[in-house]
């Protein structure tokens, strides 16, 4: 069964592959940026885009360092030698797994298979020569991941594209809700889910109006991602709870092609969402040596878990995808390239809610379109100095409903059952066209200096243009979801173009003290927001029949809103196997636009005050986060950690209900304005213990102690406590992903005969709810005082196994097969979603 308690596909398929235009920066913007490439020097890799090798080499026998060693990577055509101390690095390195070759006349060549880049991490990599005054064979070594990653100071994690294709998940990003002091749906540490940022090759692919990634992309165009659930440093912005950095696949001399097909009904049982799902992707040359492409296409068709409930109403499929991803990287040089890229997404869906379960036909359909065209040019100066260019447009188009406005039923609501309990006929008085465009333009720089100094610095300015044209019409409900009957609707409508702008610089250090192992990072971030708008005044005004009515006085323009968001860390070795870590940060996420523009347009204002005014002038919301954490080398190839977090979370969006007019605004209610009043806290111990390296078996086992707690939970508390009639409260009280006690573990097997078995499975205590029994749906609230999330519902246990079987056809040698058998929910549990005011499950 799925997470709700339905019951899970079997899936399996069959895998073959071959191996093998911006508007001018203000002056005021530019002028800070100019001062700080003016001192510095220009210089860094775009956040996520490339890693960097560094090491030293010293003679075996007497240990002495040794200059002008040949320090070459084949498949980049880059290289290097060392310096008089022995040193050498590389910087601007791809993301990827390679082969390096260390010589130098006098010595036994020395290769090291298997060396890992990462994205954003420094690679060390020291070797010591064996003198030989004869020709001999050359060492070959296999490096192994390192247990314990020095070059951080906070929470973070790498996965691999091989790790990916090993997991029973159904999207990459999914695999955030794997790690600890994260949920399924992803959140982090006891942040809201619309608190993470994502990005692809470094910049971002953020919904600015409705929150969390604008795009998908097809699973075989990554080649890694960086996770981010601790603190993370001044190059991202624009997150309070976490990060998810996407690195996508280049092309090489070797063309490869790869086809995946998959289907939930193929085998037994009747326990399916009716779904479909079709990859394609290849990658080569175009010029060898010098010009590659890499594309990549996914189609997914599903009926849904709701398939029985929806197949009354439509025909399969309810829901189609579509994400495509398309890449060409040019090399003028080995040290200077470029790459251009488009990524695409169209996703079109019907919706499901209980209530309408009698009248799907009356929801609207819904369709998201989305595509990001970018280019980037990455350049490595010097051994020790390189800088990334980006130039980005992301547009995402939003429709729900069909056909035109006039074709919705604003004055003749749908009709409930005599229950009042389901909706039976008529159609939801929702019809929205919306369209996001964000320009995008980035400077990143990486130097090092003195041989322990990696600076980063960079900035980057972002232009948007925004429309929405909504026509939205709901009754007004009682907590317990009853409808009002003979009460006027509530207007949602509103109808906007704004065309805000917001950018950044950043500087940060990281010095690394390499004898003594000690890490120490610190920089300041600081951004800006202009909304270009203003906010209505709004005033009660008597009327001639002593009725409150509310009018609009004057239009106060919004103010730019600034940060600064110092950051800190620390690493330190107690040991040779015990390292200890710090970090603190200030960070920041401005408001979505929706909450800042929705309702301001003169047509709305002038038809009546919306039920739900935006509010321009919002300051951005900001999170105090500290970590600290301990690092333990064990026997076996194992790593144990403990780690402590707190974060403090303030400004959040909520909405604040004010003065109720006449029956002619907001449908009677008064109106809802978006402010900044909440605030939220969460603190937690993290306990791990890993094992990611080695034969045989690989994996994490992880338990999680965490509090979620804030006077709202959402940016809609305030108006739907205020719509219900109960008393507006301040109490801190736990938030809906409040989950105290959370144990994971993820298991991968490699077996014999080209076997692997992966296991993913996580248990947690029961999440809150809001506990007030009522018989008819219609009694006040007992004692006149609402406290929500006063009660918690049951358990939550799931097991997900992935099987896979690896061979090579005689028939084709240069393909690999696979089949694999993906089972989710193995255990089939009765997991509980959401229960009703009565304590019902799934409101049943």
């Known amino acids: 069964m799925d997470n709700s308690g339905n019951k899970a596909p079997w899936r399996h398929a069959r895998i073959s592959s071959s191996p093998g235009p911006l508007a001018l920066l203000p002056a005021w913007f530019l002028l800070p940026a100019l001062l700080i490439g003016g001192i510095l020097l220009p210089a860094a890799a775009a956040a996520g885009t490339s890693g960097i090798l560094e090491g030293y080499v010293k003679d075996k026998r007497s240990g002495e360092a040794l200059p002008g060693v040949n320090v070459s990577i084949a498949a980049l055509h880059r290289g290097t030698v060392t310096g008089p101390n022995g040193a050498y690095q590389l910087q601007d390195l791809r993301i990827g797994t390679y082969e390096v070759r260390v010589t130098l006349i006098g010595y036994r060549a020395h290769v090291a298979r298997n060396v ?3 994205a954003d991490l420094r690679t060390r990599l020291n070797v010591e020569l064996e003198p030989s005054d004869v020709t001999l064979e050359e060492v070959v070594v296999t490096q192994e991941k390192p247990r314990i990653q020095r070059d951080v100071t906070s929470t973070s994690y790498i996965v691999t594209e091989h790790e990916i294709r090993l997991l029973p998940i159904s999207r990459a990003t999914d695999i955030l809700g794997l790690k600890a002091g994260t949920t399924v749906e992803g959140n982090v540490r006891g942040g809201k889910t619309t608190e993470v940022t994502y990005y692809v090759d470094g910049l971002s692919v953020q919904d600015v109006m409705g929150g969390g990634p604008g795009l998908d992309l097809p699973t075989s165009s990554l ?53 479909l799902q079709a990859e394609l992707s290849g990658a080569g040359p175009l010029l060898r040596d010098q010009l590659f492409y890499t594309l990549a296409l996914t189609g997914t068709y599903s009926g849904t878990r709701w398939w029985k409930d929806m197949q009354k109403f439509y025909a399969w499929p309810t829901d189609k995808e579509l994400d495509g991803f398309a890449k060409l990287d040019y090399a003028f040089t080995p040290t200077l390239r470029l790459n251009t890229q488009l990524l695409f997404s169209r996703h079109d869906w ?74 039976v006929s008529g159609q939801r008085g929702w019809w929205a066209r919306s369209t996001q465009h964000t320009y995008t333009a980035k400077l990143d720089a990486t130097l090092k200096v003195l041989g322990y100094h990696l600076l980063k610095f960079g900035g980057e300015f972002l232009w948007y243009d925004l429309s929405s044209d909504v026509l939205k019409y709901e009754p007004r409900k009682t907590f317990f979801g009853r409808p009002l009957l003979g009460v006027p609707q509530l ?103 929706n909450y800042m523009y929705t309702g301001l347009d003169r047509v709305a204002l002038n038809r009546g005050i919306s039920a739900l005014t935006g509010n321009p002038n919002l300051d951005p919301e900001r999170t105090i986060q500290m970590e600290v954490s301990l690092k333990y080398i064990l026997p076996l190839d194992m790593v144990g950690s403990v780690t402590y977090f707190k974060k403090t979370t303030s400004n959040l969006v909520d909405t604040k209900t004010f003065v109720s007019g006449d029956s002619k605004v907001a449908g009677g209610y008064g109106f809802a304005e978006f402010v900044n009043v909440p605030n939220a806290e969460a603190y937690g111990y993290e306990l791990m213990l890993t094992r990611d390296r080695g034969d045989w078996v690989r994996g994490e086992l992880t338990y999680t102690y965490m509090t979620a707690e804030g006077t709202s939970g959402t940016p809609y508390d305030g108006f739907y406590v205020a719509q219900f009639g109960l008393p507006p409260g ?79 056809p005689d028939w084709w040698s240069n393909a690999s097969i696979t089949l694999y058998l993906d089972v989710r929910n193995a255990t089939n549990e009765l997991n509980v979603n959401w229960m009703d005011s009565n304590g019902k499950i799934g409101g049943e």
């Open 350 to 423: 019907r919706d499901y809610e209980f209530s309408w379960r009698l009248n799907l036909g009356g929801l609207p359909p819904e369709e998201r379109t989305s595509h990001r065209v970018a280019a980037i040019l990455s350049h490595a100066l010097a051994d020790n100095f390189f800088y990334t260019v980006s130039l980005s447009r992301l547009s995402v188009s939003s429709k729900i409903g069909s056909g035109t406005k006039d074709d919705i039923p604003v004055k003749d609501p749908y009709q409930y059952d005599f229950f009042l309990r389901y909706i």
């Open 116 to 118: 890992i880049i990462n």
């Open 223 to 275: 080649v890694g991602m960086s996770l981010y659930t601790g603190g993370f440093e001044p190059e991202y912005g624009n997150a309070l709870s976490g990060v998810v950095n996407i690195a996508t696949r280049t092309g090489t001399n070797e063309h490869q092609f790869f086809t995946r097909a998959e289907g939930d009904n193929f085998i037994v049982g009747n326990q399916f969402d009716h779904m």
């Open 491 to 593: 207007d949602f409508s509103s109808s906007f173009t704004y065309r805000p702008q917001s950018g950044a610089i950043y500087l940060s250090d990281k010095l690394d003290l390499f004898e003594e192992g000690v890490l120490l990072t610190y920089g300041l971030r600081y951004d800006f927001l202009d909304p270009r708008a203003g906010r209505p005044d709004i005033q009660p005004v008597l009327g001639s029949d002593s009725t409150l009515a509310l009018v609009t006085t004057q239009n106060i323009p919004a103010t730019v809103k600034h940060q600064l968001s110092p950051r800190v860390g620390i690493a330190i070795p107690l040991s040779e196997k015990a390292s200890v870590y710090f970090n603190h940060g200030f960070y920041f996420q401005n408001p979505l636009f």
């Open 730 to 808: 301040e109490r801190i009280y736990p938030l809906s992903w409040d989950q105290r006690h959370t144990v994971k573990a993820l298991v991968a097997l490699d077996l014999p005969e080209d076997y692997n078995i992966t296991f993913v499975t996580q248990w947690h205590s029961g999440r809150p709810y809001t506990n007030y029994p009522t018989a008819t749906g219609f009694e006040p609230i007992k004692g006149g005082v609402f406290m929500q999330n006063n009660a918690r519902m049951p358990s939550y246990f799931n097991l997900d196994i992935k099987a896979e079987k690896h061979w090579r």
